[in-house]
């Protein structure tokens, strides 16, 4: 994770910030909420045959089956260079309450002294809590986690990536740092080949010990590596010469894992790519990898309108990875994240224009964080993560609204060996909620899960049709419902995708000329309203008014599917040896 502003990282201690570990919802209405509980297919029910590979743009399965990456990030290179939170919870239970989540992947971060160090990997992880001065986190690890106490550091490590296995979790390793500790800094001289702490050959001679280590191990499914390249020595001729050198050591000592580059400038740029790609002797494994976050993407997203802060940041963001996938190549988005109590602006604005993109290009993706708190960082014990996914404790989901917003986003829309790959259909999705517009049987339309959405097809003469019906969307008054028709030649069926951020769905009613948005009303309910905050007003939120007409290729829904939203509830009964 990159430098964030102060605003970000004013965690304070333990006892000041325990207080944020039920963090405030960012859903907008309870009645959307109450929607977002309606049951809902576990996302990360079944993993995919191993190993994986890709092809054109798509990692999939040893069946050739899209395999979508839905990850967590889980620090685990920091100073005391083990795995966060094993003082708050048992190792099981954690890997549980990740799958609990909807999550199939955990990309778990390492430092290269793990791996290179002999001093450091075989040093018990009691000692090395002791040696920080952290007897609390002692007396938890021995509480929590009493088999893992003595054991080296590079033990733990692969306790916990067994933990993962035992919960179907696939685990991508992530080479943060070469020195434990808190990333990332333009000065921390672990930023780029020949820096410090950035020994090129140490950095291979690691790469090739971990990925030898873990060969035979079947849910370490791919290596990222090195995190967020940066500083004042990065270029791209270097970058070409030692990526490749990594890559084809990983390849070498592992040949079934994918095989992750990142960026340079934090991992926020792959532009360079647009004329030169990297040069590997090997196919079928090369995956790039990019991080976006509000507070680096340049939106000011609390000072511009949303509508053009988002149209301006996906152009960047295209330009900077996206255009990857248009050329046929795998981009896996390894970090972005948001504070989760839901009182930033700045970053609930980004969140929504993310997960519209997410939706859009059916990213492969992994939010930062997992952890709810560290041991220790930037000198702080017990350090509150507000980007995490867990509260201060490990106990609960610090905002369980988002674990239902992400959920239609942890199983692929698109991609090799869906049921409609053939003929993929569109979804009207709604990235402030994670739910899909669904036509009733009265021709009202609401949302709900994406799951029983219906297949519709948006023509090139702008109308939205639910396949095989005839029946069209059509705008009938200004605050009343939207409604199915059958005559889909009038101004008011046909929907344009208007404003900087292209999700205002707009039609022009027939009486009076009067332009009119999609909006999603506190009930759920598909309505027609004035279009709002299309342009300059930065106060104006238009989130309601947000949609993604998507392609899917998932199964159309049956008369009897049973689905059920990933559980938030209280811990599962687990053990280390479970």
Sequence with gaps: MVETPALHLNAGSASTNH???????????????????????????????????????????????????ACANWASHLEPAA????????????????????????????????????????LPFRWSLERLGMRESVAGVRVNNPALLDLPLIDVFREVISALASKGIMVILDNQMTTPGWCCSRTDSNGFFGDKYFDPNEWLKGLSAMATMFNDTKNVVGMSLRNELRGPNQNVSLWYRYMALGAEAVHAANPNVLVILSGLDFDNTLSFLHSKKAELQFTGKLVYEQHWYGF????????????????????????????????????????????????????????????????????????????????????????????????????????????????SLQTPFQGPGL???????????????????????????????????????????????VKSTGQCLQAKFVGENAKLGTDCSKPSSKWQLISNSRMHVSAELTKNGTRVCLDAGPDGAIITNQCKCLTLDPTCDPESQWFKVILSSRDTPGGSSILQLPSVGPWPQTSLSS
Excluded at 93 to 116: E, H, S
Excluded at 347 to 368: G, H, K, P, Q
Excluded at 428 to 457: M, R
């Design 296 to 407: 680096s993407d340049g939106g000011n997203w609390e000072i511009r309108n949303q509508n053009d802060a988002c149209g301006i940041v996906v152009d960047s963001i295209w330009a900077k990875g996206l255009f990857l996938l248009q050329q046929g190549w795998p981009l896996f988005f390894s970090e972005f994240g948001f504070d989760m109590s839901g009182t930033h602006i700045g970053d609930n604005r980004y969140l929504t224009c993310f997960l519209s993109v997410a939706a859009e290009m059916d990213l492969d993706w992994a939010i930062w964080a997992l952890q709810g708190s560290y041991y220790i960082r930037e000198g702080i014990l017990a350090y509150d993560e507000s980007y995490g996914l867990l509260s201060w404790d490990w106990c609960t989901a610090r905002n369980p609204s988002f674990i239902k917003r992400i959920n």
């Design 419 to 465: 049921p409609n790959s053939r003929e993929p259909y569109n979804v009207i999705f709604h990235p402030q909620t994670g739910l899909c517009v669904l036509a009733k049987a009265s021709k009202s339309l609401e949302l709900g899960p994406c799951d029983e959405s219906n297949a519709w097809n948006y023509t090139s003469a702008y109308e939205l049709v």
């Design 83 to 122: 795995a966060e939170g094993l003082a708050r919870r048992g190792v099981g239970d954690i890997a549980a309450r990740v799958a609990g989540m909807g999550f199939n992947c955990v990309r778990l971060t390492w430092p290269t002294y793990l791996a290179t160090n002999g001093t450091l990997a075989s």
């Design 19 to 69: 207080q944020f570990t039920m963090a405030a919802s960012t859903s907008p209405t309870p009645l959307l909420l109450a929607l977002l509980l309606l049951p809902a297919l576990a996302a990360a029910a079944s993993l995919p045959e191993l190993p994986l590979s890709t092809a054109s743009r798509w990692v999939v399965g040893a069946d050739g089956r899209r395999a979508k990456l």
